[in-house]
């Protein structure tokens, strides 16, 4: 089947399967909800800035919750300006008619029944390439789906949790060649390294502490743990019907959840951590359950990111489709001779700053394999001037396709993807 042949023949499914969703739900709302895509510089650590994408200024976004059995309304409106989209995976349906591929300046409503119980993860997805660039920019949160069975252990006792703390796992990748290999440069629980070792999560000993756990990825596989604890109950994806007993972990790749039910057994800090250490928890994913017989009540922990201010000057500017500080987009300076290639990658140009001599041909590579649809949802890209001494565009290219320029005047020059604007970088051509 040829290309053309494949995108016709997966827009008609969409069509029949989201006309289908469109009519199914007829009940009032239970619950509503608004998402605004936008995107917005966040601090992450302390001095270090993440230009993100994001649903409502924060990463991850909103903490919804839902009772099993609602209906559910959420709106998705645009104010960026680029095309964005929804997926809910606590969604029984398609979605991609009514919230998917929705350009700038747009609103769209999708309405769904919460027919099952668990936790669920929500991430943007304007369609095909760009569903899995944006959700490694930051464009995720999570959707709780509390059920009308109990769980194990609040059934036990008698009583619900004393303390919910809600937690999302996601990484952050400062270029898309990084993404593409699983290199995360951070690693971290509700948006900020360390937040709950600067801000340790305040508890009781004897308190029942419920876990709402999900890792977003959206590469890396994670192993959540308390040091000194054992997990109590756990429910694979949140459902009160999938029950494991007394585990020292649980193991989630992206999109996988869990509810934990634990026991605070003493005194003392618990350090809440990723166990895959040197992929993930040395470079963020660790946390503190400070647990004191007058620690004050805290009813819930929240999933959403922080809402630290940026500084002027940042230390760091972490820019995963153009360049952010020279110590991740580090120059890389070719001598005459050399063969010189920028790749175009998960929506940036890697390296994202070459230098080269007068007279270098500079070879731009596109090996994002998704070259179906169009715009914001390709992998199609092409290589235009912005500034310096020429002009010069290529054609647009799909997968591994090559264009290749001789530079023939020093100078710097600045050049972007036409179909995904935001993707920038430079050549530096020196005599």
């Not at 029984?92 to 993860?121: C, H, I, R, W, Y």
């Not at 001598?335 to 790749?343: A, K, L, N, R």
Request: include cysteine.
């Amino acid at each position: 089947m040829d290309k053309k042949k494949a995108i016709w023949f997966v827009g008609s499914a969409l069509l029949f399967v989201g006309a289908f969703a469109a009519t199914e739900v007829g009940a009032q709302p239970a619950k509503k909800f608004e998402l605004v895509a936008k995107q917005r510089d966040l601090v992450i650590d302390e001095g270090v800035v993440l230009k993100a994408l994001t649903f409502n200024e924060t990463v991850p976004g909103p903490l919804l919750l839902v009772n099993e059995g609602d209906t559910v309304e959420i709106t998705v409106r645009n104010e960026d300006a680029i095309t964005h989209g929804f997926s809910v995976h606590a969604a029984n349906t398609q979605t991609s008619l009514s919230v998917g591929n929705l350009p700038a300046g747009e609103t769209k409503k999708l309405t769904f029944k919460a027919d099952f119980p668990g936790v669920f993860m929500y991430h943007c997805a304007p369609g095909g390439h760009g569903i899995m660039t944006h959700t490694m920019a930051g464009m995720f949160g999570m959707i709780v789906v509390e059920p009308k069975k109990k769980y194990k252990l609040e059934e036990q006792l008698g009583k619900p949790p004393d303390l919910k703390v809600y937690v999302i796992q996601h990484e952050v990748y400062s270029n898309g060649r990084d993404f593409f290999d699983g290199k995360a440069l951070y690693v971290m629980f509700n948006g900020y390294n360390f937040r709950y070792v600067n801000e340790p999560i305040p508890a009781r000993p004897g308190d029942y502490v419920r876990f709402y756990y999900l890792n977003v990825g959206p590469n890396l596989i994670s192993t959540f743990h308390a040091v000194g604890g054992i997990w109590e109950y756990i429910h694979y994806q949140g459902n009160p019907n999938n029950v494991m007993v007394g585990s020292q972990s649980v193991i989630s790749g992206p999109t996988d959840s869990w509810v934990i039910e634990w026991r605070v057994p003493a005194e003392g800090p618990f350090t809440l951590v990723s166990h895959a250490f040197g992929t993930q928890a040395i470079k963020g994913a660790i946390g503190v359950l400070s647990s004191k017989a007058d620690a004050p009540r805290v009813r819930e922990v929240r999933s959403e990111g922080n809402t630290v201010s940026v500084p002027a000057s940042p230390k760091r500017v972490v820019a995963p489709f153009e360049i952010g500080s020279s110590d991740l987009d580090r120059p890389v300076r070719f001598q005459p001779g050399e063969t010189v290639q920028v790749q175009i990658v998960g929506n940036s140009f890697w390296p994202k700053v070459v230098e080269v001599p007068v007279g270098a041909e500079v070879t731009w590579v596109n090996e994002d394999v998704f070259d179906l649809l169009e715009g914001e949802r390709t992998g199609r890209h092409d290589v235009v001037i912005t500034g310096g001494p020429e002009e010069f565009s290529s054609v647009e290219m799909e997968h591994a396709d090559k264009f290749t320029y001789k530079f023939e005047k020093a100078g710097e020059y600045d050049y972007v993807c036409t179909i995904h604007p935001y993707m920038k970088a430079k050549v530096r051509v020196y005599k």
